[in-house]
Nanobody, 126 residues
Framework: QVQLVESGGGLVQAGGSLRLSCLAS????????VGWFRQAPGKEREIVAA????????YYQDAVKGRFSISRDNGKNTVYLQMASLKPEDTAAYYC???????????????????WGQGTQVTVSS
């Protein structure tokens, strides 16, 4: 198993930046593909970005392309989500998730992930 802990959330003005971190403990992190999801009040949880085990393949939701960047440092057991040009509609609880599946480079659906963090809140003021 792997345990995930997110950090880096907070309150930021529109146009600002934040970097979220997802620290993993347990089995070697390089065995897991990782995704960042978010959930706004009253809305379903949605994929934001995903990254392959080696970090060489990434996926972004259309709404964040060009503004967010996902990366990982397997030596530090950490995946990052760098967020720039933040908008009020980015306000949500952000979750990282991990899967040991190896059929694809990355995964974009909730049910494909086995392990979840507790989430970190991002609030963007206008």
């Amino acid at each position: 198993q792997v345990q995930l802990v997110e950090s880096g959330g907070g309150l930021v003005q529109a146009g600002g930046s934040l970097r979220l971190s997802c620290l993993a403990s347990g089995r070697p992190f390089s065995n897991y593909a990782v995704g960042w999801f978010r959930q706004a009040p009253g809305k379903e949880r949605e994929i934001v970005a995903a990254i392959s085990r080696r970090g060489d393949r990434t996926y972004y939701q259309d709404a964040v392309k060009g503004r967010f960047s996902i990366s990982r440092d397997n030596g530090k057991n950490t995946v990052y989500l760098q967020m720039a040009s933040l908008k009020p509609e980015d306000t949500a609880a952000y979750y990282c998730a991990a899967t040991s599946s190896s059929t694809r480079f990355y995964y974009t659906r909730l049910h494909e992930y086995d392990y979840w963090g507790q989430g970190t809140q991002v609030t963007v003021s206008s």
